[in-house]
């Protein structure tokens, strides 16, 4: 219910899961300053935008938003319009907003979200425009409150920044370098959240496999890893994203003996052929993948290995696809993210001529798809008949007649049950398989107790 004293706050976030996280913490910082949340955009007396800078795609449709916002603050002038995350960091955009959207109040940077509430105050009182893109030595923030999006699983930072600088992407110069939260914290905040019921924590950073790297403890991820799986209550850890570069030995036997680090598997590939991984600076090649990918098999047996794969980038030759498409076959990913290459402003491939032309690129995207596709079908379909265990995310967004739910590797499953199944475990044989779904039933009813 609207307390009607309170002013409306929307957020609109683009992008990754560390957006989302962070945007969890802002409507927390922003609910304690006095706002109340509303769904709807249109009656917000504040709007942030928390942005994304990783495709061209979703900064077209953040310049799209701010030119609606516009008008909305034409005939609402105490409207206040903030804009925060990697576009914010970027000088070109923070040039465009003095010169072409003075109606944004507040820029602010992707490590400096935690000012917000403070930086609004700002805008209001001076009613002047308020930019504070992070610095370098930006101190990271400690414990913040969060509005967790979920009551079942809840993502906690551990990392911020990444030291990789891919040529292609614009991270490392939006988020800064890596900088590691203390392990004694981490640790505190994720025993609060099995407290508080969390079955789920997803641990967020660029480069995860980085953690420690940075402290002077002895510390890295495996080691985290092994503290957290002893909380008691918990039932899953995952983690996003992992650099295949830095997945060590340690780490897959210490994922291979936890209890509760979830057999899923995200390693971005990127391409499959050297020449292109050695443009992209990846510190790869196809051969070190590969055999990564086997050992992950032979270790954590029936493990998912799902990726992330760019398509066009400057120079790939027919021959580079085609090493993409090999590798894609012989690994055979549960699942893949693929895009078309957009140069990002700023970035080393933005100086590379960007040769190939846009058919191609639509061409090469579509047959990856296809071939993965059947892969991801032929996977799943290995599911059918078998029972495993899901933990229920909440009613299904195509049927909310049904629950949707996601074994450890991270398979999405929808089934139907009549009871209040949010947040718990159950165990669900799978009758049919679809590419994106896998459906089933409840196995004898049967539910499993919250841990
Ligand atoms: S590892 Fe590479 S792709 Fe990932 S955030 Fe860092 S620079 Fe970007």
């Known amino acids: 219910m609207q307390d009607k004293a309170k002013k409306l706050m929307h957020i609109s976030t683009y992008g990754c899961q560390m957006n989302e996280h962070d945007s969890e913490i802002m409507r927390a910082l922003l609910e304690e300053s006095g706002y109340q949340w509303t769904d709807n955009i249109h009656e917000a007396d504040l709007v942030v935008i928390n942005t994304c800078s990783v495709r061209e795609h979703a900064e077209k449709r953040v310049l799209g938003l ?19 995350g990697c576009m914010a960091q970027n000088p070109e955009i923070q040039e465009f907003i003095r010169k072409k959207a003075p109606y944004v109040d507040v820029v602010f940077g992707t490590r400096n979200y935690h000012k917000l509430p403070a930086l609004i105050k700002e805008a209001e009182e001076t009613m002047s425009n308020v930019f504070e893109p992070t610095c370098e030595d930006e101190e990271i923030p400690g414990i913040l409150p969060v509005h967790y999006a979920s009551r079942v699983k809840a993502y906690v930072t551990i990392i911020y920044g990444c030291n990789n600088f891919c040529t292609y992407c614009i991270v490392p110069y939006t988020r800064g370098r890596e900088k590691s939260r203390p392990p004694k914290e981490i640790y505190e905040e994720v025993v609060r959240l099995a407290d508080q019921g969390f079955l789920e924590v997803m641990l967020l950073g660029q480069n995860v496999n980085s953690y420690g790297k940075d402290l002077e403890e002895d510390i890295n991820f495996a080691k985290l890893l092994k503290m957290l799986d002893r909380i008691p209550g918990l039932a899953r850890i995952r983690y996003t994203t992992s650099h295949p570069r830095d997945f060590t030995d340690e780490l897959i036997d210490t994922i291979a003996d936890s209890e509760k680090v979830c ?22 090649t196809r051969e070190d993948y590969f055999k990564l990918t086997e050992k992950i098999r032979q270790r954590v047996p029936g493990a998912s290995i799902t990726t992330d794969i760019i398509v066009g980038f400057p120079g790939e030759t027919d021959e580079d696809f085609l090493e993409t498409l090999d590798l894609v ?42 071939v993965q596709n059947q892969i991801t079908l032929e996977i799943n379909q290995a599911y059918e008949g078998k029972t495993f265990e899901i933990l229920v995310e909440g009613r299904s967004k195509t049927n909310s007649d049904r629950w949707s739910g996601r074994t450890r590797t991270n398979k999405i499953v929808v089934f139907d049950g009549e009871e209040d199944l949010e947040g718990k475990l159950v165990d669900v044989e799978i009758e049919c398989a679809r590419t994106w779904t896998l459906f089933g039933f409840l196995k004898n009813e049967q539910k499993k107790r919250n841990l």
């Open 66 to 84: 701010l030119g609606n916002l516009k008008h909305q603050k034409e005939k609402k002038p105490g409207l206040i319009i903030a804009l925060g």
């Open 263 to 284: 057999e899923h598997f995200h390693l971005p590939l990127q391409a499959g052929s050297n020449n292109i991984l050695k443009k992209m600076n990846r510190g790869y």
């Open 329 to 370: 076959r012989r690994v055979r990913f549960d699942a893949a993210y693929t895009f078309i290459y957009s140069p990002r402003y700023g970035t080393p491939a933005a100086k590379m001529k960007d040769d190939i032309s846009q058919e191609a690129k639509k061409e090469r995207l579509k047959e990856l798809n296809q």
